[in-house]
């Protein structure tokens, strides 16, 4: 019961702030403005950056969770098994031909699920560290390859490559918005339904398995479901790294364990905290728009430190 | 019944023919790397032999799915690793998933009192001790069997008590004998301590070099001439005061000394 209540403290907490950090997104800068001008800026600039920043966090966040649950470890990530890195390459490639931006989205989104499938073909053993070796390769494999890439292009393709990888939620129309919606839904619908599985893979495949889960179908399709959502999300926003490491383990931290409570608030808290780095993004260095990935990091980063030098003290 | 035959696993273990029954205590005992753990293994249906079968109710395991396997036997690994962000009671929620229904907060009430865990119901897995989350592992795997209606029901512990004091050792091979006399529970474990073997087992096979040289009563299995064949060690065996009575093993010295 406590557990229980906290996270409904959590889930209005993270539901307040989101909702005010979504008013203010949308109205700011906006009274001087006639009717029209208003409602196309909301319509077709600010509510589909608000919606994808939003998706793209909870995205990451839930995937993240089911990472951490498979491998045991609060250290896990979905770019731990080379979805993102595989996402990145196929984008890389797809703006070093000159490609529009939807065969963009598609060549990082086949790269995301191609990386899945290798992962899988190289964990032979079925086991979450061959599946963890494999992917330190397959990122390993990736970053090389980018490297090379690099110095082929021209300069200005390499800034197109560079600033993509960097992730911005400003470039996506409503439609793609709403198809992010869409997949954060499946996603966290998928992994709200396998909350109970996914206690039972925190007490280790053995034990998971003697418990009557059939571990290595659980886990492909956990992978799967990993790769079509982290690869939709990065093919259409870019890399935002670190929100699927944070929010899980700030979430344990202060008492959340189980899954039924942490996947809705992991897809809350990652939702809020892409918006809240989406709004520094655009807000602190105006009329520089930073990029999305790199403000998560550097106000995630110093505040992920301080909760591990915390480690000892209850939430 | 759990039976296997001619069950071999690559160099491990050769040629083991057995019958584990309910309602009885079954110690497994050996050298280190003499196959004890892999037996085990072999036994919850972890591990797939390389010749040979194990066989519950004359069908073989692999026949069973995982979910209607599970309900027929519990298991209890050597390694009680912290579990990530849960509490006690819930990774025992967890003991009945293959009935897509957590047990009742009764009866993990009941386990958690009876092996004196009710005050660490609320506690993170991850803040217990060595010795507690052992504890916590035994009830799970009591609790798993518990849940299920299936028969037979077998309990496989490995090494149980290698992390738990005196007292948690003896509370939790009398609780063994409880479940197997009480609720008709069949419970085979891997020992190290024969002294434990000999007093709460009421069946021990004796493993060499992966291949099973005795089984039986273990009055019959440890005299301290197959002790002296087996572990390389001289003991004496002295009567022991209580009842039932069996004997205490006292190893006197090595053959190496």
Redesign the interface.
């Known amino acids: 019961m406590?557990?229980l209540s906290r996270g409904r403290r959590f889930a209005i907490g993270l539901l307040l702030l989101l909702s005010i950090n979504s008013a203010y997104l949308l109205l700011i800068h906006t009274d001087a403005l006639p009717q029209q001008a208003i409602t196309d800026i909301v319509w077709q600039l600010r509510l589909p950056r608000l919606l994808t920043a939003i998706s793209v966090g909870a995205i990451l966040a839930v995937c993240g969770t089911a990472m951490?649950?498979q491998f045991?470890?609060?250290l896990a990530d979905p770019g731990l098994v080379g979805v993102a890195g595989g996402a990145g390459l196929g984008a890389a490639f797809a703006i070093a031909l000159h490609s529009p931006a939807a065969v963009v989205a598609i060549a990082a989104f086949a790269g995301a699920l191609g990386a899945n499938v290798l992962a899988q073909f190289l964990n032979q053993q079925q086991q979450p560290q061959s599946l963890l070796l494999a992917g330190v390769a397959i990122n390993a494999l990736s970053g090389a390859i980018l490297a090379v890439l690099f110095s082929l292009v021209s300069d200005p393709v390499l800034r197109s490559i560079q600033f993509w990888l960097l992730g911005s939620f400003a470039y996506t129309s409503l439609a793609q918005a709403i198809m992010l919606w869409g997949i954060s839904v499946a996603v966290c619908g998928y992994f709200l339904h396998r909350a109970?599985?996914l206690?039972?893979l925190?007490?280790?495949s053995?034990?998971a398995?003697?418990?009557?889960?059939?571990v290595k179908r659980e886990q492909q399709s956990l992978n799967l479901v990993v790769a079509c959502g982290v690869g939709g999300a990065v093919a259409m926003t870019g890399m935002v790294g670190f929100i699927g490491l944070m929010v899980p383990h700030i979430l344990?931290r202060c008492?959340?364990?189980?899954h039924r409570q942490?996947i809705p608030l992991a897809a809350l808290a990652g939702g809020g905290l892409a918006l809240a780095a989406d709004t520094v993004a655009q807000y602190c260095a105006p009329p520089l728009d930073l990029p999305v990935g790199a403000m998560t990091s550097l106000a995630g980063a110093p505040f992920f430190l301080y909760l591990l030098r915390q480690q000892q003290r209850p939430c | 019944m759990l039976s296997c035959h001619a069950l071999s696993l690559d160099q491990r273990l050769h040629d083991i023919d057995g019958e584990w029954h309910t309602g009885q205590v079954t110690a497994i005992l050996g050298r280190n790397g003499a196959g004890k753990s892999s037996l085990l293994h072999l036994l919850a249906g972890l591990l797939t032999p390389s010749r040979g079968c194990v066989t519950l109710r004359q069908r073989p395991l692999n026949a069973y799915s995982p979910a209607t396997l599970a309900q027929h036997r519990a298991l209890m690994l050597q390694d009680a690793t912290p579990i990530l962000g849960l509490t006690v009671t819930e990774v025992l929620e967890t003991a009945t998933f293959a009935k897509h229904r957590p047990p009742t907060p009764q009866q993990i009430e009941r386990v958690l009192t009876e092996l004196d865990l009710y005050p660490h119901r609320q506690r993170p897995h991850q803040h217990l001790s060595g010795g507690e989350r052992a504890k916590v592992a035994f009830a799970h795997a009591v609790l798993q069997l518990r849940c299920s209606d299936a028969t037979p029901r077998y309990l496989l512990l490995d090494e149980p008590c290698a992390a738990l004091d005196l007292a948690a050792q003896e509370q939790l091979l009398q609780y063994c004998q409880q479940l197997a006399q009480q609720e008709q529970i069949g419970v085979v474990m891997v020992l190290h301590d024969l002294n434990q073997a000999m007093r709460y087992a009421d069946a021990v096979g004796v493993l060499q070099n992966g291949r099973l040289v005795a089984y039986g009563p273990p009055q019959r299995c440890l005299t301290a001439s197959q002790i002296h064949a087996i572990w390389q060690q001289e003991v004496v065996l002295l009567p022991h005061p209580q009842p039932p009575h069996r004997p205490i093993i006292v190893p006197t010295q090595t053959l190496s000394a």
């Open positions: 406590l557990a951490q649950a045991r470890n609060p109970t599985a206690n039972v925190l007490l280790g053995a034990q398995y003697a418990l009557g889960l059939d344990r008492g959340i364990g189980h942490l």
